[in-house]
């Protein structure tokens, strides 16, 4: 009886310590900025009619991404929401991408007119220890920095975000790769499948 309690209390302390572990473990909350509702009306901006593009990638237009970005697509299929005029002709497409870093998940929803060429991009979701990171690229409107590229433009830092410390610019990195990733999966996914027109 006596070596069935001492175990029993045994298991008891061990789970404590095993919670107490758990509970100071370094857990952030997500920040969400914009929901997906808020962000799609944004990024699709003139649009009347709006529908839902859901795409898997060949194994063919993987190996084109992994080519051109060194990135590979790790999604079972991406959803494209895309915006068209009175007449049906695309207006813009969006796309939510994300990136998840050793300090949690970085959500970014980009904006592609019917060219493939970037018309916007907003941070929607990160974590609370990023965000402070992040804001400063925000404050700036740092997205804009990649307005007009397609997928084959520079997505680097510009010039002007040279002054930001590490962090941010590590953030600035992370978000426009993620931004081109959103162009190249556009360019393969919606537009030379010809669901621009």
Same mark, same amino acid.
């Given at each position: 009886?006596?070596?069935?309690?001492?175990? +029993?209390?045994?298991?008891?302390?061990?789970?404590? $310590?095993?919670?107490?572990?758990?509970?100071?473990?370094?857990?952030?909350?997500?920040?969400?900025?914009?929901?997906?509702?808020?962000? $799609?009306?944004?990024?699709?901006?003139?649009?009347?009619?709006?529908?839902?593009?859901? $795409?898997?990638?060949?194994?063919?237009?993987?190996?084109?991404?992994?080519?051109?970005?060194?990135?590979?697509?790790?999604?079972?299929?991406?959803?494209?929401?895309?915006?068209?005029?009175?007449?049906?002709?695309?207006?813009?497409?969006?796309?939510?991408?994300?990136?998840?870093?050793?300090?949690? #998940?970085?959500?970014?929803?980009?904006?592609?007119?019917?060219?493939?060429?970037?018309?916007?991009?907003?941070?929607?979701?990160?974590?609370?220890?990023?965000? #402070?990171?992040?804001? #400063?690229?925000?404050?700036?409107?740092?997205?804009?920095?990649?307005?007009?590229?397609?997928?084959?433009?520079?997505?680097?830092?510009?010039?002007?975000?040279? +002054?930001?410390?590490?962090? #941010?610019?590590?953030?600035?990195?992370?978000? +426009?790769?993620?931004?081109?990733?959103?162009?190249?999966?556009?360019?393969?996914?919606?537009?030379?499948?010809?669901?621009?027109?």
């Amino acid at each position: 009886m006596t070596r069935r309690m001492l175990g +029993s209390l045994g298991a008891v302390v061990a789970g404590a $310590v095993m919670l107490a572990g758990v509970a100071s473990a370094h857990i952030t909350p997500p920040v969400v900025l914009m929901s997906d509702r808020d962000a $799609v009306v944004a990024l699709l901006a003139g649009a009347q009619r709006f529908f839902v593009r859901e $795409v898997r990638l060949s194994p063919a237009e993987q190996a084109v991404i992994k080519r051109q970005t060194g990135w590979t697509p790790d999604e079972d299929f991406y959803r494209f929401y895309l915006g068209r005029d009175g007449q049906g002709r695309l207006v813009a497409g969006t796309i939510f991408v994300t990136e998840f870093t050793i300090h949690g #998940p970085v959500r970014v929803a980009v904006s592609l007119g019917p060219d493939g060429k970037v018309r916007g991009a907003a941070v929607v979701e990160l974590t609370e220890e990023t965000y #402070p990171w992040v804001k #400063p690229l925000i404050d700036l409107d740092f997205a804009r920095d990649y307005a007009g590229q397609d997928s084959r433009g520079h997505f680097h830092l510009s010039d002007r975000l040279g +002054s930001l410390e590490a962090m #941010p610019q590590f953030y600035g990195q992370v978000i +426009s790769g993620l931004i081109q990733r959103a162009a190249l999966l556009f360019e393969l996914g919606v537009l030379r499948r010809g669901d621009a027109s």
